[in-house]
Nanobody
Framework: QVLLVESGGGLVQTGDSLRLSCAVS????????MGWFRQAPGKERKFLAT????????DYGDSVKGRFTISRDNAQNTVYLEMNNLGPEDTAVYYC?????????????????WGQGTQVTVSS
């Protein structure tokens, strides 16, 4: 059984930082790309960041470039999303996902397993 479990969400204030974690089991984590997405109420799920199997390639959505950093620890089967300078526009449910496109991919459709999500709320 493939399992992705996000953690680290919560309620923060504008300008604060958070680090999300996603623990993965049931797949060969170190051969797969990982990605982070988010979905605000009434909106589509949106790409945030992707990282290749070996951490060499990373890509970010325009809205988070320069503020968010994706990283992974293949020994711990975990991917992270460091989020800085958060604002109310970052309020959403955050999801991690895994893809067979080992070099990384920005397309939601290329991810075959997803976590349940963790809520991030940023107050103004």
């Amino acid at each position: 059984q493939v399992l992705l479990v996000e953690s680290g969400g919560g309620l923060v204030q504008t300008g604060d930082s958070l680090r999300l974690s996603c623990a993965v089991s049931g797949v060969a984590f170190n051969t797969r790309a990982m990605g982070w997405f988010r979905q605000a109420p009434g909106k589509e799920r949106k790409f945030l960041a992707t990282i290749s199997w070996n951490s060499i390639t990373k890509d970010y959505g325009d809205s988070v470039k320069g503020r968010f950093t994706i990283s992974r620890d293949n020994a711990q089967n975990t991917v992270y999303l460091e989020m800085n300078n958060l604002g109310p526009e970052d309020t959403a449910v955050y999801y991690c996902a895994t893809s067979q496109f080992y070099g990384g991919t920005t397309s939601l459709n290329n991810y075959d397993y997803w976590g349940q999500g963790t809520q991030v709320t940023v107050s103004s």
